[in-house]
């Protein structure tokens, strides 16, 4: 069966340091991955998608990027936070042509 | 730029007493609509996948349909418990170019049942 894992669950960061969130699926192939914010109140908000290795597609302008150096493998990064940036990160798989989604246990960002 | 809409974004009701509909419009043609539940500090767990005008799903206490040509799905809630307390989210998927498809959310719908 196939999981997904996303760590850190938690994490506080100052104001202007770095940021790597890590989100890997297991037990499928050549998945297609995202990263969605939820802000303190607010809907979900989609990222970023991945369609493939080294293939990144922004949704947002905004502080952060995405990379997929594996096939598995979806990582979001920021090289100086910003306060505005603290939020519930998800990341998320599908496959193309099943149309569901599965959702990551989610990553909770302060920025302080 | 697809819009979705969902109301009443708070809800609130005691145990057992009435039937209630959360209602989500969308703004572009879409023949795939998601039903979330999330529960407080948690990721989203899915509860509906609607693929097609006039599909109806049902899970215990809980009714989802769509209505491709209105652009409305509804999630109806049967004689509600305590345990169904969550936030309930609608999603609507489009197609980009490549296969992928990104959901775009309502504000979601903030239930709370009171014993």
């Known amino acids: 069966s196939q999981t997904i894992h996303q760590w850190p669950a938690t994490l506080v960061q100052p104001v202007g340091s770095p940021l790597s969130l890590e989100c890997t699926v297991e037990?499928?192939?050549?998945?297609?991955l995202y990263w969605y914010r939820q802000a303190a109140g607010r809907g979900l908000q989609l990222l970023f998608y991945?369609?493939?290795?080294?293939?990144i597609s922004s949704e947002v302008p905004q502080n952060l990027s995405a990379s997929r150096p594996q096939d598995r493998q979806f990582i979001l990064s920021s090289k100086k936070l910003l306060l505005s940036d603290s939020g519930f990160y998800l990341c998320?798989?599908?496959?193309?042509?099943?149309?569901?989604?599965?959702f990551g246990s989610g990553t909770r960002l302060t920025v302080v | 730029e697809l819009k979705v809409e969902q109301n009443p974004l708070f809800l609130s009701m005691q145990e057992g007493k009435k039937n209630y509909t959360i209602y989500c419009n969308y703004s572009?043609?879409?023949?795939?609509l998601y039903w979330y539940r999330q529960d407080p500090g948690k990721s989203l767990e899915s509860l509906f996948v609607?693929?097609?005008?006039?599909a109806v799903k049902q899970e215990g206490r809980l009714m989802a349909s769509l209505d491709t040509k209105a652009r409305l799905s509804t999630l109806h809630i049967t004689a509600a418990v305590h345990d169904l307390s969550a936030t309930y989210f609608c999603?609507?998927?489009?197609?980009?170019?490549?296969?992928?498809?990104?959901?775009?959310f309502g504000k979601g719908t903030h239930l709370i049942i009171q014993p």
């Open positions: 572009t043609t879409s023949d795939r």
């Open positions: 609607l693929l097609s005008n006039g």
């Open positions: 037990g499928t192939s050549n998945p297609n």
């Open positions: 991945s369609v493939g290795i080294g293939q």
């Open positions: 998320a798989w599908s496959k193309t042509g099943v149309r569901g989604y599965t």
């Open positions: 999603a609507v998927g489009l197609y980009s170019g490549g296969g992928a498809d990104g959901l775009t």
